[in-house]
T-cell receptor, first 113, second 115 residues
Framework: EPEVTQTPSHQVTQMGQEVILRCVPISNHLYFYWYRQILGQKVEFLVSFYNNEISEKSEIFDDQFSVERPDGSNFTLKIRSTKLEDSAMYFC???????????FGPGTRLTVL | AQKITQTQPGMFVQEKEAVTLDCTYDTSDQSYGLFWYKQPSSGEMIFLIYQGSYDEQNATEGRYSLNFQKARKSANLVISASQLGDSAMYFCAMRDTGSARQLTFGSGTQLTVLP
């Protein structure tokens, strides 16, 4: 069964460093998403992406975040200058259509020291 | 504004028993979708079941069923014949026409299945 994959599973970085989180969505899906979950808290929407551009973003998704689809398979989230409060699990998700079920990847646990 | 409420931070159930996890929602839209996801201790988010606001029948997927009461704005997840592997965090989520491309999640219910 097709699934969303994410790499790395765990990333440790120093505050102020740039990180890139990678995702491979399900191959026939057209809509891609990033969510984050701070430890012990609810899952929060960051951004949605369709047709090579951002379609929606939340207040959390400020100028330090960016997303890109560099090729036909990868979808990335870049955090330019990490802060301690960026420590969280980051989930990538994809769906065939915007109103379709979103399937999540296994997540990348980001730890900022 | 959307809102998803899960009032049970933790639930216990005996193996092989059924359990209901509560979820209420708030939206002024007529068209919306309700989802349940399971998050085991390993951290991944697993899609379980979906209910559309216009669906007349309650959704079912194997041992999972969704008790959808539109007038009460509730979408409770029922797990029948609980198994030890059902122990996990369960999240209710909603998407409505005002934000078709994002899910709003509840705070989750930690389910523990006892042997």
């Amino acid at each position: 069964e097709p699934e969303v994959t994410q790499t790395p599973s765990h990333q440790v970085t120093q505050m102020g460093q740039e990180v890139i989180l990678r995702c491979v969505p399900i191959s026939n899906h057209l809509y891609f998403y990033w969510y984050r979950q701070i430890l012990g808290q609810k899952v929060e929407f960051l951004v949605s992406f369709y047709n090579n551009e951002i379609s929606e973003k939340s207040e959390i998704f400020d100028d330090q975040f960016s997303v890109e689809r560099p090729d036909g398979s990868n979808f990335t989230l870049k955090i330019r200058s990490t802060k301690l409060e960026d420590s969280a699990m980051y989930f990538c998700a994809s769906s065939e259509w915007d109103t379709d079920t979103q399937y999540f990847g296994p997540g990348t646990r980001l730890t900022v020291l | 504004a959307q809102k998803i409420t899960q009032t049970q931070p933790g639930m216990f159930v005996q193996e092989k028993e059924a359990v209901t996890l509560d979820c209420t929602y708030d939206t002024s839209d007529q068209s919306y979708g309700l989802f349940w996801y399971k998050q085991p201790s390993s951290g991944e988010m697993i899609f379980l079941i979906y209910q559309g606001s216009y669906d007349e029948q309650n959704a079912t997927e194997g041992r999972y069923s969704l008790n959808f009461q539109k007038a009460r704005k509730s979408a409770n997840l029922v797990i029948s014949a609980s198994q030890l592997g059902d122990s996990a965090m369960y999240f209710c989520a909603m998407r409505d026409t005002g934000s078709a491309r994002q899910l709003t999640f509840g705070s989750g219910t930690q389910l523990t299945v006892l042997p």
